[in-house]
């Protein structure tokens, strides 16, 4: 069993930068991929993020070149930096995380089998 914990949240203005983590509990960690969603009122869940388990990061359109995904092993720790915040990137964040051997996309959320409660980020204009 894998229990995730985000943390960092809070309210910026745009142009500024905030760090995400994500705690993890349970078994070894390496052996996840684990990925960044969020989710806007009113809007569905999309992705932000991934990494897998060689470390190859993935990132949607939006915030490709703003964002970085990262982890770290030995602290059971995964990471979102992200900078040059939008209001457009107003949304409760999630971490997410899966240990499949085969999945269709790292991008998919239906893959993830463990998600944290979620961590309120908040951009002013």
């Known amino acids: 069993q894998v229990q995730l914990v985000e943390s960092g949240g809070g309210l910026v203005q745009a142009g500024d930068s905030l760090r995400l983590s994500c705690t993890a509990s349970?078994?070894?960690?390496?052996?996840?991929?684990m990925g960044w969603f969020r989710q806007a009122p009113g809007k569905q869940r999309e992705f932000v993020a991934a990494?897998?388990?060689?470390?190859?990061?993935y990132y949607a359109d939006s915030v490709k070149g703003r964002f970085t995904i990262s982890r770290d092993t030995a602290k059971r720790m995964l990471y979102l930096q992200m900078g040059s915040l939008k209001p457009e990137d107003t949304a409760v964040y999630y971490c997410?995380?899966?240990?499949?051997?085969?999945?269709?996309?790292?991008?998919?959320?239906?893959?993830?089998?463990?998600w944290g409660q979620g961590t309120q980020v908040t951009v002013s204009s």
């Open positions: 997410a995380a899966h240990d499949r051997r085969l999945y269709s996309s790292i991008w998919h959320q239906g893959q993830y089998d463990y």
């Open positions: 349970g078994p070894t960690f390496s052996n996840y991929v």
């Open positions: 990494i897998s388990r060689s470390n190859s990061q």
